[in-house]
């Protein structure tokens, strides 16, 4: 497309300008941004990527911890109505759990602390 005032139009920037010249420079750095651009998006997906993969990564996990620690749960309670059963009473104070072992020894050194 030419006209008087113009000599050349750019199909790529929908405008036009006067010489070949600043065509070819202004679609070169139209060019240079635009590749730089999907770059950066290219670059965002993949990282979008790393943290999905990473989540599923979790949810699968969690998901095996979860059924592991329903079998154990399972066991236990059965283990607990098969001793019922035969013995007719099964008694199991809090403090035969490790875990809990850690929580009363620091109740214990905080009220320590209070007191003394």
């Known amino acids: 497309m030419t006209n008087e005032n113009y000599g050349v139009y750019s199909w790529l920037l929908n405008k036009p300008f006067k010489t070949k010249e600043e065509l070819l420079k202004a679609e070169a750095e139209y060019n240079k941004a635009h590749e730089k651009e ?69 109740i214990e050194d905080l009220f320590n602390d209070l007191l003394f």
Do not use: C
């Not at 997906?45 to 095996?64: L, M, P, S």
């Open 38 to 106: 999907l770059k950066e998006k290219e670059e965002k997906k993949q990282a979008a990527k790393k943290v999905e993969d990473a989540y599923n990564n979790y949810i699968k996990v969690t998901r095996e911890t979860n059924k592991q620690i329903q079998e154990a749960y399972d066991k236990f309670l059965d283990a607990g109505r098969e001793f019922g059963n035969k013995y007719k009473t099964f008694h199991m104070s809090i403090q035969d759990f490790p875990e809990s072992k850690s929580l009363f020894k620091s």
